[in-house]
């Protein structure tokens, strides 16, 4: 057997270790929904106190130049499988989704899912972020308390409608098949992805988010997340003590960012 066969069957039987920093979700929750939706076993080093931070740093620090194989991780979530280091968040998804059964293994469907993907993290992981930090990620949100509200003002009354009825367009479309998924006809990444961002989002922005879906304008969208929060592994995975709460990530749920 080649070299190169030889590596790939190896990366290939290899474990999953997932690198992500402790206590929140973050971006690395739409990872384990990946692992969690297919049964696929997968280390969380978020779950393993006190090495979690360590290795975070291990990985992302000024002395990680990476390897032969792979460049030095800038920010985690990484994903580590055999040979193979990656990193940002929609790259790892886009490589383990084919893996995983959850998108196709080739044609254009990987690239039709991708660019939904992209849009929904656009959306419900940076533009949220950016409603508590809008200045600067290093400064304190005390430190950006005015420009923030104006910004959450923005995300709530403009774009989060705007973004949520592009969604429903989705769904409308031909593209998305039967049933309330967002492409082909069946339950894909991107439906386990859309599922995250509306349940960070909701957390965030209740009052908000609770007008957006009684409004019935976006039926389809929150169909959606219902079938994917009910879905065996899902729902066992939402209960159960792997699931992290929301604390200083991404979603932060700041009363005064929904004050009309």
């Not at 130049?65 to 886009?94: E, M, R, W, Y």
Request: some cysteine; overall charge negative; glycine content about 8%.
């Amino acid at each position: 057997m080649a070299e190169a066969e030889t590596k790939r069957v190896k990366t290939e039987d290899a474990p999953y270790e997932l690198i992500y920093w402790p206590k929140m979700p973050g971006r690395g929750e739409f990872i384990r929904l990946l692992f969690e939706e297919a049964g696929v076993p997968y280390m969380d080093t978020a779950k393993q106190e006190p090495e979690a931070v360590p290795r975070v740093l291990g990985l992302v620090g000024a002395d990680s130049k990476g390897d032969k194989n792979n460049a030095p991780v800038f920010a985690c979530p990484a994903l580590v499988h055999g040979d193979v280091t990656l990193s940002q968040t929609p790259n790892i998804l886009l490589y383990l989704a084919p893996k995983l059964g959850l998108a196709p293994a080739e044609g254009n469907g990987v690239y039709q899912l991708n660019q939904i993907v992209l849009t929904i993290l656009d959306f419900l992981s940076n533009e949220v972020h950016d409603t508590h930090h809008p200045v600067a990620v290093s400064a304190y949100y005390d430190d950006q308390k005015p420009e923030a509200k104006k910004r959450a003002k923005s995300f709530t009354q403009e774009r989060l409608p705007k973004f949520l009825a592009y969604l429903q367009r989705v769904l409308d479309g031909e593209a998305s098949g039967d049933g309330p998924w967002l492409h082909g006809g069946k339950l894909t990444y991107a439906d386990l992805v859309l599922f995250q961002g509306i349940h960070g989002t909701e957390y965030a922005f209740p009052k908000t988010m609770k007008k957006m879906r009684e409004s019935g304008k976006y039926d389809g969208v929150f169909k959606l997340f219902e079938a994917v929060k009910e879905r065996p592994n899902i729902s066992a995975y939402l209960a159960s003590d792997r699931r992290a709460a929301y604390s200083e990530g991404i979603w932060r749920r700041y009363p005064e960012l929904e004050e009309e």
